[in-house]
């Protein structure tokens, strides 16, 4: 496990449970107590967490942990729903992408998808996104078009916020928006943890012909703070195995294509 991996894990355990002790988190991780406070005193000096004595305590903040700390969680089911996911945008398409590791990994898969490399260099594809890591990543892409809306960034999740994100949208049209969210269920729609986030993903899916949500089990028949839209307004969710078959069930009878992969 690399030093990067094991912060995932640590950072998870602590959002978790609040609070971890040196000799908890060696243990629960199989590495030496002399690792775990290296790992908490460098976790700390970033502010992902609060140092105490024998110990750390999570940050108000580390319910929605920056991207780069948690691509390690659910991992494999993500990258699949990305694959997945991806396989549904054709060429010449305009796709809106909102944060999140499971977005970030569709974005990945449409970067390197052979298919969209045009001939002559230019755009196969256009990304409108409010998600900073994506827009990073793609600018390098002479194949897609990349298109970032304005706005105020949240370091917990990299996601433009506020009326600058929001005032593209007067401006643009989508063919599919891709949403990650915190939760999603038949009964609620889908939500996310932020309500500044909630405002940019529900203006998304109201400009695009097709919703698409994507979310790995853990999100299925959840709910979260904040709605971006109701069920109604969802038209595929790609998910994992993960998900109860009653729950399929229900979005299936509410008219939403599921995807498992």
Not at 123 to 143: Q, S
Not at 204 to 231: L, N
């Amino acid at each position: 496990m690399t030093r990067h991996e094991r912060w995932n894990a640590l950072l998870g355990m602590l959002a978790d449970a609040g609070r971890l002790s040196v000799e908890e988190a060696a243990d629960r991780m199989a590495v030496s107590a002399a690792t775990i406070r290296r790992d908490f005193d460098q976790l700390a000096q970033q502010q992902m967490l609060t140092r105490t004595r024998g110990g750390a305590v999570a940050q108000s903040v580390s319910y929605d942990l920056p991207l780069r700390y948690k691509t390690a969680r659910h991992a494999t089911e993500k990258q699949r729903i990305a694959a997945a996911t991806a396989e549904m945008a054709r060429p010449g398409a305009i796709i809106g992408l909102n944060g999140g590791t499971t977005t970030s990994e569709v974005a990945r898969v449409l970067a390197t998808r052979a298919d969209l490399h045009a001939e002559g260099g230019s755009p196969a594809i256009t990304i409108v996104t409010n998600a900073l890591n994506i827009g990073t990543e793609l600018a390098v892409r002479p194949h897609v078009k990349i298109v970032l809306t304005g706005g105020v960034p949240r370091p917990q999740s990299y996601e433009l916020t506020g009326p600058l994100a929001t005032g593209i949208f007067d401006h643009v049209t989508l063919d599919v928006a891709i949403l990650g969210v915190n939760g999603v269920a038949v009964e609620h729609g889908a939500t996310c943890h932020n309500e500044g986030e909630a405002d940019v993903n529900r203006l998304m899916a109201e400009r695009a012909d097709q919703v698409v949500v994507v979310a790995d089990g853990s999100k299925v028949g959840r709910r979260a703070f904040a709605r971006i839209c109701d069920t109604s307004r969802i038209d595929v969710l790609v998910t994992d195995g993960a998900v109860r078959d009653a729950d399929v069930a229900s979005f299936t009878e509410a008219g939403v294509r599921v995807v498992q992969v």
